[in-house]
């Protein structure tokens, strides 16, 4: 109901998609949440005065749904927040990954790889914001929780950062950082 009172145009309204999150509702695994919310974002993309989308699939899907405005807006880092730290040769290795507990999964393909990794040095992998419940591994796995207060402190703390994303149509509207 509230995107048709949207939709009638009586209160302009703006919105921005950082996430595929349309996906949720057209290609939901229940039939009837596909056909009764499948183009729920549609009309609400359609009928916004201005879509902000964070990558081209989302100003894509923007486009298509009829959108009248479609900006595309990356996600921008603050320089003054986020330092560079001097190369400093470490025993370990640090591997550093920040997301959350629904994206955790996209690192359960690389637990292998950096299984036979630490059978040639010496690694941990440092998780910001989300934690696999049942991970065992070869190499020590530090979970910690993500706040915006401390994230750009965590980050100096990797020696490089991954971002594992399948090839599917959510993570299509993912916007990395």
């Known amino acids: 109901w509230v995107e048709r009172i949207l939709g009638r145009g009586a209160i302009p309204y703006i919105v921005d998609y950082d996430d595929a999150i349309f996906h949720r ?6 039939r009837w949440v596909r ?11 359609r009928n916004a005065r201005l879509v902000i989308a964070g990558n081209t699939y989302l100003c894509e899907k923007a486009v298509q749904s009829g959108a009248k405005w479609v900006e595309w807006l990356p996600t921008v880092v603050d320089a003054t ?12 290795f640090t591997i550093g990954w920040i ?5 955790v999964i996209y690192l359960e393909p690389l637990y292998a790889v950096l299984g036979r990794l630490s059978q040639h040095s010496e690694i941990r992998l440092v998780l910001v914001g989300g934690c696999p419940k049942d991970i065992q591994s070869a190499f020590p796995v530090e979970c910690r929780p993500w706040s915006e207060e401390t994230e750009a402190a965590q980050m100096l703390d990797f020696d490089v950062g991954i971002m594992p994303i399948p090839d599917e149509p959510w993570a299509y509207g993912k916007c990395g950082f």
């Open 81 to 92: 927040r986020y330092r560079l730290k001097p190369f400093v040769k470490r025993p370990v």
């Open 99 to 103: 997301g959350s507990p629904t994206t």
């Open 25 to 30: 509702y057209d290609q939901h695994p229940q």
């Open 35 to 45: 056909s009764l919310l499948g183009r729920k974002i549609d009309a609400v993309m």
